[in-house]
């Protein structure tokens, strides 16, 4: 089938390279000359495992092209997938003036002699979106235009965004038509995985749902961390043994830092706004964004309390990125602790072995040193603080890394260091949700 992507994104491009992957023809589109030019060339714009490999055997094979050109896309495919951005506004409610944008560029090319066209929303949007992009394309699109809207709600990872295309847990399809169903369910049928049909409305409130949900779980288990250390618990404990019940699971119940992303904190947002306007209240999600905040102020706190002032102590982070195996840096906690080090004049080094880039953008105004290794990075640091759960971190060689630092204190805020390792290694130990741990003297 001839599929297009607007928007060459994290989302628009690794779900068309997949789509290239299991067959389809595909081009991605997008406004930004640079970044078609240079994905032409064979330069990635991002980071996310396994990607650049694939895009090099699809464009061989002539399924993926890019381009800027939406009318020809417009005008050679059948479904037109949109996946532009969806920032929130200050006040928390979605920006939609990029969908509203695309959808008027798509309404103005169509024409009745083209044939049927699927307009599907792949960008994470508010509840009746999609009736709203069908309204904009009857009004700005020549009359007697054949087309359906779908909303088909994205749930891959960045870190592992290939592997969750391919092999995804379900595929949400919403639409009150049953011919774009059909069409939508051919896109799919590659896959062979099992596919959530539904009506528009409830297709874009599954994800706004599902992403609030998972904010949810990291804020609870974050904030039962809090409580185990009060009461001299270990959160690694109680959620092995709480997610081991098959109607909690483990998933998502890793206490750290708190949930960042480009997704978590304006979806939240968006729900919150949404539910509000529509007159039915979310108000446990403003108890999960409270919660998520005064996680990483407890820990700028602890660490603070270590050190007694933070002005003019030499810190070392290690991660910048919100995650691991992404260089995506958009609403980062790392970003944002470190921000909240460097104004209390502290001395911050920083290391991520994929964002040194997107950091140092995301930074700039901050006199933070990225360091290109993560041992010189902890030269002298009165405190190594892990922000971003990247494995090499949790390999890391402790000898090393005490015989570095000027007092060898790690403040692990993804619990991913071994505690009596470190301890071995003459390392006082301090993470989240866990008892500290200090070193024979
Ligand atoms: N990143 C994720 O992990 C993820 C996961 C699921 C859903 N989503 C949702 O998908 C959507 C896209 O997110 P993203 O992370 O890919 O954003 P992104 O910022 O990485 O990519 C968006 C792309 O759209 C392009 N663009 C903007 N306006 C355009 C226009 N008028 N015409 C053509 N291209 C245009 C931009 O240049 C950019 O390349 C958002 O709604 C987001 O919430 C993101």
């Known amino acids: 089938?001839?599929?297009?992507?607007?928007?060459?994104?994290?989302?628009?491009?690794?779900?068309?390279?997949?789509?290239?992957?299991?067959?389809?023809?595909?081009?991605?589109?997008?406004?930004?000359?640079?970044?078609?030019?240079?994905?032409?060339?064979?330069?990635?714009?991002?980071?996310?495992?396994?990607?650049?490999?694939?895009?090099?055997?699809?464009?061989?094979?002539?399924?993926?092209t890019f381009s800027t050109d939406l009318a020809a896309a417009v005008r050679d495919c059948e479904i037109i997938f949109i996946a532009v951005p969806t920032p929130p506004h200050d006040d928390g409610s979605v920006d939609l003036s990029y969908i509203e944008g695309v959808t008027r560029e798509i309404a103005s090319i169509l024409t009745p002699e083209m044939g049927y066209r699927v307009v599907v929303d792949k960008s994470t949007v508010p509840v009746s979106t999609g009736a709203k992009v069908y309204k904009v394309i009857e009004r700005y699109s020549h009359r007697g235009v054949d087309v359906d809207v779908v909303s088909n709600p994205e749930f891959l990872r960045e870190g592992s965004a290939v592997a969750d295309l391919l092999h995804p847990d379900r595929i949400v399809i919403g639409s009150d038509s049953q011919r774009a169903m059909d069409l939508m369910k051919r896109v799919y049928q590659p896959f062979n995985a099992p596919i959530v049909e539904v009506d528009l409305a409830s297709a874009e409130l599954i994800k706004h749902a599902a992403n609030s949900f998972l904010a949810l779980k990291i804020s609870y288990i974050n904030a039962v961390s809090a409580v185990?250390?009060?009461?001299?618990?270990?959160?690694?404990?109680?959620?092995?043994?709480?997610?081991?019940?098959?109607?909690?699971?483990?998933?998502?119940?890793?206490?750290?830092?708190?949930?960042?992303?480009?997704?978590?904190?304006?979806?939240?947002?968006?729900?919150?706004n949404v539910a509000e306007q529509l007159g039915a209240p979310m108000e446990i999600l403003k108890e999960v964004e409270r919660v998520n905040e005064a996680q990483l102020e407890r820990f700028v706190g602890r660490v603070r309390k270590k050190l007694w002032v933070l002005r003019n102590k030499r810190i070392a982070v290690w991660g910048i990125a919100f995650k691991q195996n992404t260089d995506d840096v958009r609403e980062s906690v790392a970003v944002k602790l470190i921000k909240r080090l460097c104004?209390?004049?502290?001395?911050?080094?920083?290391?991520?072995?994929?964002?040194?880039?997107?950091?140092?953008?995301?930074?700039?105004?901050?006199?933070?040193?990225?360091?290109?290794?993560?041992?010189?990075?902890?030269?002298?640091?009165?405190?190594?603080?892990?922000?971003?759960?990247?494995?090499?971190?949790?390999?890391?060689?402790?000898?090393?890394?005490?015989?570095?630092?000027?007092?060898?204190?790690?403040?692990?805020?993804?619990?991913?260091?071994?505690?009596?390792?470190?301890?071995?290694?003459?390392?006082?130990?301090?993470?989240?949700?866990?008892?500290?741990?200090?070193?024979?003297?």
């Open 1 to 64: 089938m001839n599929l297009a992507i607007i928007g060459t994104g994290y989302v628009g491009l690794t779900t068309g390279t997949c789509f290239a992957e299991v067959g389809h023809n595909v081009v991605c589109i997008d406004n930004n000359e640079v970044k078609v030019e240079s994905l032409r060339q064979g330069k990635m714009p991002i980071y996310e495992p396994d990607l650049e490999e694939m895009i090099v055997t699809n464009v061989s094979a002539g399924r993926l």
């Open 343 to 441: 104004d209390e004049g502290a001395i911050v080094t920083a290391y991520d072995p994929k964002a040194a880039e997107t950091g140092a953008a995301a930074l700039q105004g901050y006199s933070v040193t990225i360091c290109d290794d993560m041992y010189d990075c902890v030269q002298d640091a009165e405190v190594l603080i892990v922000a971003t759960e990247w494995k090499q971190f949790a390999m890391a060689n402790l000898v090393k890394v005490r015989e570095r630092m000027r007092l060898p204190i790690i403040f692990d805020g993804r619990n991913i260091i071994h505690g009596e390792n470190a301890v071995h290694a003459g390392i006082e130990y301090h993470s989240i949700g866990r008892k500290n741990l200090y070193p024979n003297k």
């Open 228 to 272: 185990c250390e009060k009461a001299g618990a270990d959160v690694e404990l109680v959620a092995m043994g709480i997610g081991m019940d098959k109607r909690i699971s483990r998933h998502f119940l890793n206490a750290g830092l708190g949930y960042g992303g480009s997704c978590f904190p304006k979806d939240v947002k968006g729900f919150i």
